[in-house]
Structure formats: structure tokens, C-alpha cells
Nanobody
Framework: QVQLVESGGGLVQPGGSLRLSCVAS????????MGWYRQPPGKERELVAT????????KYAESIEGRFTISRDNAKKTVYLQANSLKPEDTAVYYC?????????????WGQGTQVTVSS
């Protein structure tokens, strides 16, 4: 059974930082591209960042580039999202994603999400 369990969300003031974690089980972790997505209130889910199986290739959404950093520890089967200089518009439910294979038709798994609220 595949499980992705996120943690680290919460309430933070503008300009603050959070570190999100996602622990995976039930998958061959290094074989999966891992990603973070988010869904702001009333909006669709959007890509935040992805990282390749070996960790050497990362991609970021323009809205967060330079402020967020994705990383992974394959020994711990964990992917992280370090979020700095947070803004109110970063408020969203953040989801961990594990993807294997082609973009269409590959295996895709989601965590349950963790709420991040940026407010003074």
C-alpha cells in the first residue's frame, strides 16, 4: 500500500519560513519523481516544484522560484520543501506527489495535504 504523509504546515507570518516534509512508503522511492503541488482557496491545484529520482534535476513554478527549495533524502524516503519569504498568496493546501513513468499513463500518488496559512 502506497502512502505519502505530509507534515510541517501551519500558520506563519508574512516573511516567515516553513519546512514541509513528505515521507513515502510502499514505493521504490528513488525511482519516482517527487513533487509538491498546492491548491489555494477557491482555485485549482498547481505545481510548485518537482525533483528527479536522484535529486539532480529540479523544476519550480515561477511564482515561488528563488524563495522555495525542494530536496529529497532517498535513504529516508522523504522529500522536503523549504519555503522562505512566505507571502499571503502562498496560502494553500500543499500536496506531496510521487510520479513514475510517462507523463500520461504513469503511476501517480498523492498525499492527504497539509495546510499552510500565511497571515499576520
Amino acid at each position: 500500500q502506497v502512502q505519502l504523509v505530509e507534515s510541517g504546515g501551519g500558520l506563519v507570518q508574512p516573511g516567515g519560513s516553513l519546512r514541509l516534509s513528505c515521507v513515502a512508503s510502499g514505493i521504490i522511492f528513488p525511482a519516482y519523481v517527487m513533487g509538491w503541488y498546492r491548491q489555494p482557496p477557491g482555485k485549482e491545484r498547481e505545481l510548485v516544484a518537482t525533483i528527479s529520482g536522484g535529486g539532480g534535476i529540479t523544476k519550480y513554478a515561477e511564482s515561488i522560484e528563488g524563495r522555495f527549495t525542494i530536496s529529497r533524502d532517498n535513504a529516508k524516503k522523504t522529500v522536503y520543501l523549504q519555503a522562505n519569504s512566505l507571502k499571503p498568496e502562498d496560502t494553500a493546501v500543499y500536496y506531496c506527489n510521487a510520479h513514475f513513468g510517462p507523463t500520461v499513463g504513469g503511476r501517480n500518488y498523492w498525499g492527504q495535504g497539509t495546510q499552510v496559512t500565511v497571515s499576520s
